[in-house]
């Protein structure tokens, strides 16, 4: 059976901050072709619709149907202590991440809360995520078994925390191995999830369990590895008492094997020379947390790595303060704004798609629109509120008329989200 998505039809050709706007391509009256989870053609709808008279027709007039998006670094377990007030780093992981963490020790509230947190990102738009789980084994079964049920394409490890975390919250080098590894044979491969060894941050793991997980991503070379870097100046200062032998942050990772493509570092703001270069020549990807940055008060992502590196764009769920890509988008634009290198359009919304499926390593599934490609796709009422509406009546290019929906939009912009080549 197939299906005929007809509407505006946003996808990409090539890289946006290499080639500018014109990495873009807009099919004004476009068409989707969706059979079997795949998108099979696209193209001009009256084309489409002459080829294949027999698909069903899903016509969302003139909004924009684009790849879902994909929000590169969250912590699901977070989600109900997303906006909590007052708090920097350490002491909001003290004070309020640490102790809901706390709580999915009982499998019963990880499975509700992972089910709550699918149905919002989904109603925010967003088709695949790559999350952060917490200690507790649960935790990651939770989040499978959720995105399972919603043939969702996902992301998650286990994280692991030996020391600098109250008890209840701490494993050791050995079962952060054991229990990593368990996870691993179980989901890894299994439908659409993949499995990402995850050390939280060096502050909490200690050189041996570094090195452990460093030792099981080389069992495991084909899955991620992600964890924090150099979010924030005391953080920072804290990882050099910690790790008094190492050159910097990054070393920490990079002296037990955790430095390779494959490697996702979320925040990487405050970075020394030295760490920039061995990224880059790594081929290791970061990921840009923009409302988390402001929100905790981090700092100022530098954007123009993205000519240099895989960059993905994520809410960071609940150090974020939404849950939504377009905010996020938002976000990233008054960042450049703040560092004076303001984002077009099609650069935001291609790192909240394309980009960050690059930094997944997954750009040749998922993230865009093209024959071949998995069909996750989020179609935008490009004018969801009075407010946006508005501001779009005199616009001549997409970019005009969808610049508005990234900075104003919310949910109420998703008109509709469709995973697996099924509306959901
Ligand atoms: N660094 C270590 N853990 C966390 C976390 O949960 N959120 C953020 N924003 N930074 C971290
Ligand atoms: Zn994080």
């Known amino acids: 059976m197939a299906d005929l998505l007809l509407g505006q039809v946003l996808s990409f ?7 500018g706007e014109a990495a873009a391509r807009h099919e004004s009256h476009g068409a989707v072709l969706v059979e079997n989870g795949r998108i099979t053609a696209t193209g001009p709808a009256d084309t489409l619709r002459r080829k294949h008279p027999q698909a069903t027709l899903h016509d969302y007039g003139r909004s924009l149907i684009t790849a879902g998006f994909i929000d590169a670094h969250v912590h699901y377990p977070q989600t109900a202590i997303i906006a909590s007030w ?45 999350t952060y789980t917490t200690i507790h084994p649960e935790s990651v079964d939770a989040i499978f078994a959720a995105a399972q049920s919603r043939s969702m394409r996902l992301y998650a490890g ?124 790594a081929g290791a990807s970061l990921v840009h947390c923009p409302t988390s940055n402001t929100f905790i ?58 980009g960050s499926a690059r930094a997944l390593h997954a750009e040749t599934r998922i993230g865009n629109i093209a024959a071949g490609m998995e069909a996750d796709l989020t179609i935008l009422d490009l004018a969801s509120t009075p407010a946006i509406e508005q501001a779009t009546r005199r616009a001549e290019t997409l970019w005009q008329q969808l610049f508005p929906t990234i900075m104003m939009g919310d949910d109420r912009a998703i008109r509709a989200v469709w995973i697996n080549g099924k509306p959901r």
């Open 13 to 19: 050709t090539a890289d946006p901050f290499v080639a």
């Open 297 to 354: 008060g981090s700092g100022l992502f530098d954007m123009t790595l993205a000519t240099q590196l895989r960059v993905g764009l994520a809410t960071d769920t609940g150090g974020g303060s939404n849950f939504s890509m377009l905010r996020t988008m938002a976000a990233a634009y008054e960042v450049g704004q703040l560092r004076g290198n303001a984002l077009h359009p099609a650069q935001l919304i291609w790192l909240a798609t394309v």
């Open 158 to 281: 286990k994280t692991c925390m030996d020391r600098n975390a109250p008890e209840g919250l701490r494993d050791t080098a050995q079962s952060a191995y054991d229990d990593s590894k368990r996870l691993l044979e179980k989901w890894h491969g299994a439908d659409r999830l993949s499995y990402v060894i995850t050390p939280r941050f060096s502050p909490t793991s200690t050189p041996e369990q570094l090195a452990a997980l460093g030792q099981l991503w080389r069992e495991y070379p084909d899955c991620l590895m992600q964890t924090h870097l150099s979010e924030q100046t005391d953080e920072i200062a804290w990882v050099r008492d910690l790790f008094p032998q190492s050159r910097d942050y990054l070393d920490t990772y990079e002296a037990q094997g955790l430095l390779r493509q494959g490697a996702l570092y979320g925040h990487a703001i405050h970075l020394t020379d030295r760490e920039r270069a061995r990224l880059i020549e």
């Open 86 to 130: 007052g708090k920097r780093l350490i002491d909001w992981l003290n004070s309020y991440t640490f102790p809901e963490e706390m709580r999915f020790a009982d499998p019963a509230y990880a499975a509700e809360i992972a089910d709550r947190y699918l149905n919002l990102v989904t109603a925010h738009g967003t088709t695949t995520v790559c």
